[in-house]
């Protein structure tokens, strides 16, 4: 994995070698570093027959995330930009989980190799946490993602075998779609380099741009309705597009009660937002309701599904607005896609759990079933899902207060902790709203959110019960 990594990075130093660029020689130093690396560690652990079970594959999963954010900041540290190594970091590890919370300004005038290693590192978090979301969890139980289970398995099941077979699938069909998305953006007028840029970050809904007026800057002659059509392409479960593409149950899409509910509820959102921006009196909404819907529609999107593009700066579109873009950070898209956070399903499973809470109240003897697509829903899914809930939010409180005890004002500590752990970019506020950057935060700051980047890319689940003490005894 680290060796692939580092042959990707030799395709940003030819394309900065082709447009001329000062970058080529950080992108040429750093993948023979990383190719060699990544071999050494490939000979280290050769085994003609890999067997990662349940416990190995909580540790392979964590680790292979943080070395590969450590691996991917290296362009960044010897690149003519510069970044400290927190910086580096930070935006690797932002942009490897698809978080696209950034430290970098001037992008319109960048390097085109560092334009196209971020785009490249959404892409591949994008795809991993796909493979990781349908292969892995399910298998490890993590947050009710067993109820995914492609067949009838148990945790004794050898892990890797089934992930590479699945991420085969997988790969051709989000290669389609990015490519597919990038011919769409060449439409709208923007340049090869742009749309393939803006086409791995919005199918792997990461949200990090060529320009520092994210897709602000393309939205003339419709970017942005090509963005929000692929962009909840994205956020949808590729298990749905592999049953279409290899079974032919091309009518899945209506099927699947977390997709009808994901589409329902974006679709309600946004003209809730319309609402907002039209009652505001902000001069975004003096230009007619056509592009008022344009603009709630898309923001909207990218926050639920936690791309974290922008087109214009809602923090002017009032309180109402506001408000309800830091609780969009918080509903996710669905099981198994490129998107982030809590996720669609669970919320149906908590609903479907206090239906039958409630029905039990006044009659303690009844028996009320809870299903979920048409399937029993043992109590043990139920369980984890509320857990993951709890874990979540606990995550988020904690990330918020040791934000706050380093001086950072409450809006700003409370939209990045849950920017970080949902996985969005933006938060809130003058300096990480969505006309600002990550970069003036302090150093410790960087730390605490990127960390909360891997934890909440994780399922949460994953990384905090590697560090317990209880799952290294034997």
Not at 67 to 74: K, P, Q, R, W
Not at 80 to 90: E, H, I, K, M
Not at 375 to 400: H, K, W
Request: charged share 10%.
């Amino acid at each position: 994995m680290a060796s692939a990594l580092g042959l990707l990075m030799f395709v940003p130093m030819a394309v900065d070698l082709v447009y001329q660029d000062r970058s080529w020689q950080a992108f040429a130093i750093s993948g023979v570093i990383v190719t060699l690396v990544g071999g050494a560690l490939a000979t280290a652990t050769y085994s003609p027959v890999p067997d990662i079970r349940a416990r190995g594959a909580f540790v392979l999963t964590v680790f292979s995330w943080i070395v590969l954010a450590l691996l991917a900041s290296i362009p960044f540290l010897l690149d003519p930009v510069r970044l400290s190594f927190t910086d580096a970091l930070f935006e690797a590890t932002s942009g490897i989980t698809t978080t696209g919370a950034t430290v970098l300004t001037g992008l319109d005038d960048m390097p085109k190799g560092i334009l196209l290693w971020r785009a490249m590192l959404q892409w591949i978090g994008g795809i991993g946490i796909i493979v990781t979301a349908m292969a892995v969890l399910p298998m490890l139980g993590v947050g009710g993602m067993q109820l995914f289970r492609l067949e009838s398995s148990d945790v004794g099941e050898k892990i890797l075998p089934r992930a590479q077979s699945i991420a085969l699938s997988i790969a051709l069909i989000y290669l389609g779609l990015t490519v597919a998305c990038a011919a769409a953006y060449m439409m709208t007028g923007m340049s090869e380099f742009d749309a393939a840029a803006h086409a791995m970050t919005t199918i792997a809904t990461g949200g990090y741009s060529t320009s520092d007026a994210s897709m602000g800057g393309f939205m003339d002659n419709g970017a942005d309705i090509v963005g929000s059509v692929f962009m909840l392409l994205g956020a949808l479960p590729f298990g749905m597009y592999m049953l279409m593409v290899t079974r032919g149950q091309w009518d899945e899409p209506f099927r699947d009660p977390q997709v009808r509910a994901f589409l329902s509820v974006v679709a309600a959102l946004s003209a809730l937002v319309l609402v907002a921006l039209v009652t505001s009196g902000a001069p975004d909404s003096e230009l007619g309701w056509l592009y008022s819907l344009r603009l709630s529609a898309f923001n909207t999107i990218s926050i639920v599904t936690g791309t974290g593009y922008a087109t214009a700066d809602y923090m002017s579109w009032g309180p109402m607005a506001v408000g309800a873009f830091f609780f969009f950070m918080f509903i996710g898209g669905c099981a198994g896609s490129t998107a982030c956070s809590i996720k669609i399903f669970r919320y149906q499973v908590a609903m479907e759990a206090l239906r039958a809470y409630l029905f039990r109240m006044p009659r303690p003897r009844a028996i009320a079933p809870m299903r979920y697509n048409g399937r029993p829903l043992p109590d043990e899914i139920v369980y984890s899902v509320l857990g993951y809930f709890f874990l979540f939010f606990i995550t988020v409180a904690v990330t918020a207060s040791l934000l706050g005890t380093m001086g950072i004002d409450p809006v700003t500590a409370w939209s990045g902790a849950g920017s970080a752990v949902a996985n969005v970019g933006p938060g809130l506020g003058d300096i990480i709203g969505p006309s600002g950057t990550y970069q003036d935060l302090p150093k410790l700051a960087k730390w605490v959110l990127l960390t909360a980047m891997i934890v909440g890319r994780l399922e949460i689940v994953t990384a905090l019960v590697v560090i317990t003490p209880g799952f290294w005894r034997n």
